[in-house]
């Protein structure tokens, strides 16, 4: 149902009658969005909390003052329940990067817009703090250690507990403590939008515009870069991370001198911290609220999660080993099992044909061995495959076989890594030589220690002429 305080708002405003009004698509709040159609066409809003909208407001206001792109708020209703603003059109920063989401493949132009956005940043929490009345914020006027709690105890009762892990509230409260003790240590006048990722920036005319500030308050710049770059469903690569906060750093240098080692230092606290608040978000949205496009969130968190706990939080040691045992729960292992990369690595014999790939998927690697010294030309040799010391000794000492695995290695690492990234669950790897018995065999096996060792994924090593299988499991 319309709500009748939208048509008369917009005949308040413009002097004309809506020619239509349309419910848009929910976020994660209680306000509704409508399009209202007409001259010209506007965004209603609809709010449960005046709280909230008066700190939307006036943070629209002062942000335009600012010269800052957010939106303009037209007309508001008596009571500040409904309001009208500016409309923006329906390009959303997180659709237009669409592509690069689900592939981790980024392409030029979706690069081009996140350095946009990310540059963007520094302006909206120096420029924007700048005269900003922060009492007006809701629903606390900045970051401290209340709000911090807040954050916490929402991802310990909306999300750990339903999930049913056990675990010493009390243990885990102080080491609540001493990460709220850390986060505060970076204190400073700045304003923090919170909820800053690609679902809140609207692309109009190819520039970033910013919208869903209203739970912003005072507080470290780190929070909204660890939210940006962060987001759980944005699936950002390692390298574009770095890439973006490079620009982010860059941008920053304009407003205060940074110390790299420090700031990244106090960004990996805040990606924990972040974390843990995004996955109460989703344990409420989703386990209480039975929204499912929170739960099918649920799995990106922890991934992220996962990753994040790779590098040690030794300050927080009770919390670090219920989060490990959480990530390793199977409800999140069993997802984690069927994006885990699984790669095949085989020698064969050309006489015999290329080895077809098992899993369906085509492609991969196929290495020609042939131009290496072969040692099976020798008659000392022939009894031996490439597993064996006269055969490694022979093809290590005429050193062909360094520069070939070499260039081999760089190719197979990079398609590696860039499967990983992307969920991908089977990669084949084979190398072939005239009879399938040195040197195939030893780049094999080389290749299949290396991908194991370096990224610490499963191998499945396959000597097909020799009747030889192996597997390396993931580390």
Known sequence: MIPKILYELYKKHTGNEAEAITELPSSGSNRRYFRISGTPTLIGVVGTSVEENDAFMYMAAHFRAKSLPVPEVLECSDDHIAYLQQDLGDTILYNEIEKGRLTSV???????????????LPD??????????????????ELNARSIMWDLNYFKYCFLKATGLDFLEGKLEDDFQRLTDVLLRSSSATFMYRDFQSRNVM???????FIDFQG????????????FLWQAKANFPDSLRRELLKEYIDALRKYMPVNEEYFYSQLHHFVLFRTLQVLGAYGFRGYFEKKPHFMQSVPFAIANLRELLKVPYPEFPYLSKVLTELVNMKQFTDDLQK???????????????????????????VFDCRAVNNPGKYDRYKPFTGLDQPVIKFLEDDGEIFPFL???????????????????????????CTGGQHRSVYSAQKMAQHINEKFGVKVELVHREQNIEQTFNAK
């Open 339 to 365: 994006r885990t990369l699984t790669v095949r690595v085989m020698s064969f014999a050309y006489k015999k044909g290329i080895p077809n790939d098992p899993s369906g998927n085509g492609g991969g690697y």
């Open 203 to 209: 692309i109009k005319d190819g520039e970033p515009w």
């Open 106 to 120: 980024f392409s030029d132009e979706e690069k081009k817009l996140l350095v946009k956005t990310i540059r963007k």
């Open 406 to 432: 070499e260039h081999a290695f760089q190719l197979v690492d990079a398609h590696v890594k860039r499967f990983m990234e992307r969920g991908f669950t089977n990669m084949m790897v084979c190398f072939g």
């Open 216 to 227: 912003g308050r005072k507080g470290p710049v780190y929070y909204d870069v660890a939210s």
């Open 124 to 141: 909206i929490q120096f420029a924007g703090a700048d005269g900003m009345d922060f009492r007006h914020c809701y629903p606390a006027p």
